[in-house]
């Protein structure tokens, strides 16, 4: 469970804004002065800090030179009712993880809290590169003996000493991010920022002002000038996730980054030079998207300087026996209980799947089988695997082809004008509601069933107005 900690000195702020944030499964620490923020964060090492820009005894800024130079990776968010730009500025490039004003919106917040947390983690949580069984910790690993692992391994300590431009291929869930991670933590910068942008999950309308910031001015409701995520990176790492699917017009940007080490804001004339490291990732084909138009050809050798491929599961099944037992253990001390072991029978039930959704579905299944299991060791009955088609099971088969259906209606009926949309709330609506009725209504393990987190989940029933029971708020 994470630990926020709250350093301002308005009383009933804290308050409340605590009490949210212990509803979406944090954990809080408040402080009402600088000096008792920085003993506190000495004394519970928070995941976050949350730190006005005005104290009683000393400002913002800082306390938060001190905590930079205790805690050079917890992410720090600066809040203030005071405009400044360049104050905001000044304190992002000293390594701040963002400035937000007064008043902001809670569910903004959250969400902002949220990447901060998992930014904070991937800095912080060094990434074992194959351990062996007797030194599994609770630490993120690459598992695994395969030759496809081995070469993997040799690959990031070749490169993570170095500045290379990396390129990591894979299909969905093989773990590209540890990867990613790995040459990171190895690398020369793995004292500076690491950021992280998913270039599929953010609208195309921000993912450039994300990645190269903004102008005030620069379109409506920039009212301040905003520092993007290569500049908050300055002297560190930024990893692009998805990059197969970045837009063309902002392609262009990133290879000016890579060809000349400079950027320009959204609405700036004059080029920001930057000193960043890009690791990207990606499960497309980029070949075939170069021939056909979609990814540049100039900007594929820019990133392909270092290529490391990660294998699929069901590639590299001698291996499954090893990931199951560093994941049980994993996960059961995230769940504070102790492994159940799991039956030879349930074992080779496991490594006869295919696994489509490798490594992060083999963690999802595990999970969800830990979730209901009662401590006795996994058996074959306790696993099921929901990408699994039987031939023979007609159910399915007719379940599998009304989705079909329903699908094709909609697109063809011409009563919705935004199909893509309509169909991705039907079916997240569902889900949200199924998983809330299994669980009871109990939304950490509703979370845990859906492979999301809490306030994740908690942003998805407001987005799709789901009420507390799982029914749609009309």
Known sequence: MSLILIIDDDRQLCSSFSKILIQEGYTTEVALSGKEGIATAQASQPDVAVLDVRLPDMTGLEVFDILHQQFPKLPVLIVTAFEST???????RKGAYDFIYKPFDVLDMLQLIEKAVFTGRCMSSPVD????????????????????MLEVYK??????????????????????????????????????????????AIPETLLESELFGYEKGSFTGAAHRRLGKIEQAQGGTVFLDEVGDMPLSIQAKLLRLLQEKSIERLGGKEPVDVDVRIIAATNKNLEAAVKNGSFREDLYYRLRVVTITMPPLRERKDDIATLVNYLLLRLSHK???????????????????DWPGNIRELSNTLKKTLIFNRGAPIAPEDISFPHLVEESDTRKKVGTEQVRQWVRAVLTNGEQEKAYEFCLQQVATLLIKEA????????????????????TL????????IGEQGFRKD
């Open 86 to 92: 360049e104050t905001a500025i000044e304190v992002i």
């Open 129 to 148: 590169v194959n351990p062996q069984k007797m030194d599994f910790s609770s630490r993120d690993a690459l598992v695994g003996n395969c030759r496809q």
């Open 155 to 200: 690959g990031i300590g070749r490169v993570a000493s170095t500045d290379a431009t990396v390129l990591i291929r894979g299909e969905s869930g093989t773990g590209k991010e540890l990867a990613t991670r790995a040459i990171y933590n190895y690398s020369n910068r793995a004292d500076k920022p690491f950021m992280v942008v998913n270039c599929v």
């Open 335 to 353: 769940m504070s209980g102790a492994s159940p072991g799991i039956t030879d029978e349930a074992m080779v039930k496991l490594q006869q799947y």
């Open 436 to 455: 809330l009725e299994l669980t009871a209504n109990n939304k950490s393990q509703a979370a845990k069933v859906l492979g999301i987190t809490r306030p």
């Open 458 to 465: 908690h942003a998805k029933m407001e987005k799709y107005c």
